[in-house]
C-alpha cells in the first residue's frame, strides 16, 4: 500500500511539472522561442510598404491580409517614406517585412549612401527578389523637357526624401554630370509630385515604380504625358558605377505612348526582420507563396513574383526559413 501511494504522489509530481512547463509563457517576441527555438507561431506582423498611391503599398496590404487569412495573424501595413526608412523599420524591430529597393539595400550593407557613418547591416536577410521598379522621369508636353539635361533649372519631384526614389534621383543626375545645383528639388510622394505637376508648380518628377504608376495614370487623364528616356552616355556611366541597375524600356502604351522608352530598372526585394525565426519565416514564405494568385491580382507588376525568380536581382542573401521552404517547392537545390 505505502508503494502505490509513494508510485500515485510521483505521477502526480510529474504530471503538474509537464503542465506548468507547458503553460510557461515564452520570454521572446512574435511567437519565438527564449532559446531561439523552433516556434513556427507568428502573432503579429506589420508591413513597411511605402506611399499609398505605388504598388508598394497596394501589394503590402493585400499580403496582411494573405498572413492574416492564413496565419491568424494581426497583419498591417505601414504607409511609408519606403525602401531606407523601411529598413530602418525592420532592423529597429518597428517591422517584420519591408519593401525595399536593390540599391537600397546594398548600401545598407556596405553602410554607404544615407546609412554612411552607421553600422552596416550585413546580416540583412531577404524573403524572395519582387518585381522590377522602372526609373520613370515623368513631365508634360507643355513644360518642353525631352531629356534628362532639359532638366536644368527646373523644378522636379525626387521622391520623398530619404527614399529609394530619391536615390534613384541622385543617381540618375550623377550619371548626366548633374546634381541638385542644377534643378530645383522638391521632396514629394508620387501623388504630391503628380498633383504639384497638375497644377503648374512641378515641371516634372521621378517615379521609381512598378508598371504602370497609379498616379502617372491618373495624370494621363489630364494632360499629355512624356516619359524622359534614360540612354546613351548617362546610361552606360549609370550602369558603370551602380551595376544593380539593368537597361530595360517602359513599353509601348504603358500611358498612352507609343513607342517603348528606354530607361533603368532596379529590383525590390522583400527584407525580413532579424529578429524572426526560421520558422516564423518559413511560416509566412509558405503562406505568401502558396497565395500567389491574391497577390498577383494586387497589382500588374505583383505578377512578376513567381518561384522563377526568387532570386533574380537580390541584393542580399534569403532567409534560411525561406530557403527551406523552396527547397521543398524544388525552386532552389
Do not use: W
Not at 36 to 61: K, M
Not at 109 to 130: C, N, R, S, Y
Not at 177 to 200: H, P, R, T, V, W
Request: hydrophobic share 40%; aromatic share 6%.
Amino acid at each position: 500500500m505505502r508503494r502505490r501511494v509513494l508510485l500515485a504522489l510521483a505521477a502526480s509530481a510529474a504530471v503538474t511539472l509537464s503542465a506548468c512547463s507547458a503553460d510557461a509563457p515564452s520570454s521572446s517576441g512574435n511567437g519565438g522561442s527564449s532559446d531561439g527555438g523552433t516556434q513556427a507561431s507568428v502573432d503579429f506582423v506589420t508591413i513597411a510598404a511605402g506611399g499609398t498611391s505605388g504598388p508598394y503599398y497596394q501589394i503590402g496590404a493585400t499580403m496582411a491580409q494573405v498572413l492574416k487569412d492564413q496565419l491568424g495573424a494581426d497583419s498591417s501595413v505601414q504607409a511609408t517614406g519606403a525602401s531606407v526608412e523601411n529598413i530602418t523599420l525592420i532592423t529597429s524591430g518597428k517591422a517584420e517585412i519591408a519593401f525595399a529597393m536593390g540599391d537600397a539595400t546594398r548600401q545598407a550593407v556596405e553602410g554607404t549612401g544615407p546609412f554612411e557613418g552607421k553600422e552596416q547591416l550585413k546580416d540583412l536577410k531577404a524573403i524572395t527578389a519582387l518585381y522590377p521598379n522602372f526609373v520613370q522621369i515623368v513631365t508634360t508636353e507643355q513644360s518642353g523637357i525631352k531629356s534628362v539635361a532639359d532638366m536644368k533649372g527646373k523644378r522636379i519631384g525626387v521622391g520623398d526624401q530619404n527614399s529609394g526614389v530619391e536615390l534613384n534621383a541622385q543617381m540618375i543626375l550623377e550619371a548626366h554630370g548633374m546634381s541638385y545645383d542644377d534643378i530645383e528639388e522638391d521632396f514629394l510622394s508620387y501623388a504630391d509630385s503628380i498633383d504639384q505637376m497638375k497644377n503648374g508648380q512641378v515641371d516634372a518628377a521621378f517615379v521609381t515604380s512598378g508598371l504602370p504608376n497609379s498616379s502617372v495614370m491618373d495624370l494621363v487623364t489630364s494632360h499629355d504625358v512624356v516619359i524622359v528616356p534614360i540612354e546613351g552616355d548617362g546610361m552606360k556611366a549609370l550602369i558603370e558605377k551602380y551595376p544593380f541597375f539593368k537597361q530595360d524600356a517602359i513599353p509601348g502604351g504603358t500611358y498612352d505612348q507609343e513607342e517603348d522608352v528606354p530607361t533603368a530598372s532596379i529590383t525590390n526585394q522583400l527584407l525580413v526582420s532579424p529578429d524572426l525565426s526560421d520558422e516564423q519565416v518559413y511560416a509566412i514564405t509558405k503562406a505568401l507563396f502558396e497565395n500567389l494568385d491574391s497577390i498577383h491580382q494586387a497589382h500588374k507588376a505583383a505578377t512578376k513574383i513567381t518561384l522563377d525568380s526568387i532570386e533574380d536581382g537580390l541584393a542580399v542573401d534569403l532567409h534560411p526559413g525561406a530557403v527551406k521552404y523552396f527547397k521543398e517547392k524544388g525552386a532552389l537545390k
